[in-house]
Nanobody, 123 residues
Framework: QVQLIESGGGWVQAGGSLRLSCVAS????????IAWFRQAPGKEREFVSG????????LYADSVKGRFTISRDNGKKTVYLQMNSLKPEETAVYYC????????????????WGQGTPVTVSS
């Protein structure tokens, strides 16, 4: 089973940038689909972005298109989320998730979640 550890969160002013990293371990990483989710205080967890094993297929939530970029380095077993032009309403705990089932749109079955990394965007 894959294990995930996120890092890179922190405090940033509105309009600033952060890059999150999700490092995977375990045999099940190979072929996995990875996504980033976020959960703001008092709100449900929401999908942010995901990509397939090769990295050629990517999906973004409408709210982050043009500002966030997801990528992966399979040699390092790491998935990145570059976040630019951050907004205060994007303050949340950011989680990465992995699954083996194909498809980027449906995340009903997740094989592993990371512990999350907090992001605070001040106005």
């Amino acid at each position: 089973q894959v294990q995930l550890i996120e890092s890179g969160g922190g405090w940033v002013q509105a309009g600033g940038s952060l890059r999150l990293s999700c490092v995977a371990s375990g045999r099940s990483y190979s072929g996995s689909i990875i996504a980033w989710f976020r959960q703001a205080p008092g709100k449900e967890r929401e999908f942010v972005s995901g990509l397939n094993w090769s990295g050629y297929s990517r999906l973004y939530a409408d709210s982050v298109k043009g500002r966030f970029t997801i990528s992966r380095d399979n040699g390092k077993k790491t998935v990145y989320l570059q976040m630019n032009s951050l907004k205060p309403e994007e303050t949340a705990v950011y989680y990465c998730a992995a699954k083996s089932q194909p498809g980027l749109q449906h995340w009903d079955t997740v094989d592993a979640w990371g512990q999350g990394t907090p992001v605070t965007v001040s106005s």
